[in-house]
């Protein structure tokens, strides 16, 4: 069964860091989106990306963030200058979607996250 | 603003009850609810609820939506050790996805 991966699993890093979070959504999937959890606490929306755009995004992803979908298959998360209250799960997801770029109220798939520790 | 309100926020049970979780919403141009099951890591789905009054089921799971009165309610019934996890409802939108704060479901042996 198809699933969405995420690399890697772990990662810790200094405090003004850069990082780069990586994900490979479903491959016939068109909306792809990244959550994030802090630990204890509810799962957030950061963006979501259709068409080699921004669609939509939090306040959370501010100047710091960026979204890439750099070649066919992957989809990736960077963060510029990691704060420490930046540490949390990453979730990456994606969905089918529907017609002519439609976004379509459909089933998200997560992958198994990433967790980021900035130290 | 739109908001996804679950409950309870924790529930400790014995294997073999039967739980009753709650979500209750206000959102904008509603067309779907989702209920997901999250262990250790990132949330699996279990049910997406478009219309009201029509149970989904799978296996000791189901679900049923009601649009007039904005809620919808996750049953598990002979409830089993491995059930416990957060059980997330969500609420997908234009562009992201609303979720509630979750249940921590625990079940003692």
């Known amino acids: 069964e198809p699933e969405v991966t995420q690399t890697p699993s772990h990662q810790v890093t200094q405090m003004g860091q850069e990082v780069i979070l990586r994900c490979v959504p479903i491959?016939?999937?068109?909306?792809f989106y990244w959550y994030r959890q802090i630990l204890g606490q509810k799962v957030e929306f950061l963006v979501s990306?259709?068409?080699?755009?921004?669609?939509?995004k939090s306040e959370i992803f501010d100047d710091q963030f960026s979204v890439e979908r750099p070649d066919g298959s992957n989809f990736t998360l960077k963060i510029r200058s990691t704060k420490l209250e930046d540490s949390a799960m990453y979730f990456c997801?994606?969905?089918?979607?529907?017609?002519?770029?439609?976004?379509?109220?459909?089933?998200?798939?997560f992958g198994p996250g990433t967790r980021l520790l900035v130290l | 603003e739109d908001k996804v309100v679950q409950s309870p926020l924790s529930l400790v049970v014995h294997e073999g009850d039967t739980v009753t979780l709650n979500c209750s919403y206000e959102v904008t141009n509603f067309r779907s609810l989702l209920w997901y099951k999250q262990e250790k890591k990132a949330p699996t789905f279990l049910f997406m609820l478009t219309s009201s009054g029509i149970e989904k089921k799978s296996g000791r799971l189901s679900s049923i939506l009601d649009k007039k009165e904005l809620f919808s309610i996750l049953n598990i019934t002979a409830t089993q050790t491995g059930d416990s996890a957060v059980y997330l409802c969500a609420i997908p939108r234009n562009n992201d996805m609303r979720f509630g704060a979750g249940t921590r479901l625990t079940v003692k042996p």
């Open positions: 997801a994606s969905s089918r979607g529907g017609l002519a770029g439609v976004p379509l109220q459909e089933t998200q798939y």
């Open positions: 990306f259709y068409n080699n755009e921004i669609s939509e």
């Open positions: 491959s016939n999937h068109l909306y």
